[in-house]
C-alpha cells in the first residue's frame, strides 16, 4: 500500500493477504492522481525535531544492533509508526503503508528518517502529502530542489542541538516553545 501510494497511485478499498511468504494486495478502484504542492499549515518547533529524532533513535533495534539498515517514522500528534528496513526506498514505502492503514493523515504528519534523502525519497514524500521530513542524514541537491520546489520542508543533519533547514524553514518555529 505504501508503495502504491508512494508513486502516486491513489487507492480506494484495498485489500492486504498474507499467506505464508506471499502478500496479494487487490483494490476495487486504482487511479493515479498529480503531484500536488504540500499545501499543510503544519508547523513543529525545534525541540520538537529534537524529540522526534530522539524517538526514532530508541525505536530502531536492528540498527542498534547492526547498523545495516534505515529507519523511517511518521509521527502524526501522539501517534508514531516505526519501520526498518535495508533500503531506504522499502522502510519509506513501509511506513507509509502502515500509516495509512491505521488512518493517519499523511498532510498532517512528519516522516522522520535515519537515512539519506535522495530525490527518489522525496518525491514519495511528495506524492503522499507529508509536509515535513526530518533526517539525521543528508539530503541530496535534487532532493533539496524537489523539496523547494515541491512545498515540503527538508529539515537534515540533526545532531545534538544542530539541524540545517534546507527548505520552507516556516514550518520550524523557532526559540523556546
Known sequence: MGHLASHGTAVSDVQVEWEADRVSVS???VGTF???KARSRLKITEDQVFGLVKQL??????YRETGGTHVAAVFQGSTVVFA???SRHCAIDKVIGASLMRGIRLSRSVLVTSCRQTQSAM????HAQIPVVVTIAAPT????RTAEQSGVTLV?????????????DWRIVRGPA
Open 27 to 29: 483494490t476495487k478502484r
Open 57 to 62: 533513535d530508541e525505536n530502531c533495534p536492528l
Open 34 to 36: 498529480r503531484t500536488r
Open 141 to 144: 541537491d535534487l532532493a533539496i
Open 84 to 86: 526498518e528496513d535495508v
Open 123 to 126: 518525491k514519495k514524500v511528495v
Open 156 to 168: 537534515g543533519f540533526v545532531r545534538g542541538r544542530q539541524f540545517n533547514v534546507y527548505s520552507h
